[in-house]
């Protein structure tokens, strides 16, 4: 299973972007999807999940939407209006079986991609 993360990059206060998350070895379709992100010095935190429902981090919706390409095999989480606050590096992860109680929790992820970095310029 390999789960690969890109779109990240440099931008400033108040733009966009796009992360792709292409899954292999893996049917996204029978896996919650999510992106959780990591800053630096900071533990890990969920940002958004995928499965029967959408789930967020507070502090990022009505910006940030979750989607996928079944497809495609592929997961997005546009990212608008980008604060300093949302620079991290972030992560796709793939978990069975979840369920509103654990979807935000990392420990309950099977897999994870290896990162792609957000850097927000104010």
């Known amino acids: 299973v390999q789960l690969q993360a890109s779109g990240g990059g440099l931008v400033q206060t108040g733009g966009s972007l796009r992360l792709s998350c292409v899954a292999s070895?893996?049917?996204?379709?029978?896996?919650?999807m999510s992106w959780f992100r990591q800053a630096p010095g900071k533990e890990r935190e969920f940002v958004s999940a995928?499965?029967?429902?959408?789930y967020y981090l507070d502090s990022v919706k009505g910006r940030f939407t979750i989607s996928r390409d079944n497809a495609r095999n592929t997961v997005y989480l546009q990212m608008n209006n980008l604060k300093p606050e949302d620079m991290a590096v972030y992560f796709c992860a793939a978990g069975l079986s979840l369920t509103i109680a654990n979807v935000r929790l990392s420990g309950s992820y099977e897999y994870w991609g290896q990162g792609t970095l957000v850097t927000v310029s104010s």
């Open positions: 070895g893996l049917t996204i379709r029978n896996y919650a």
């Open positions: 995928i499965s029967w429902n959408t």
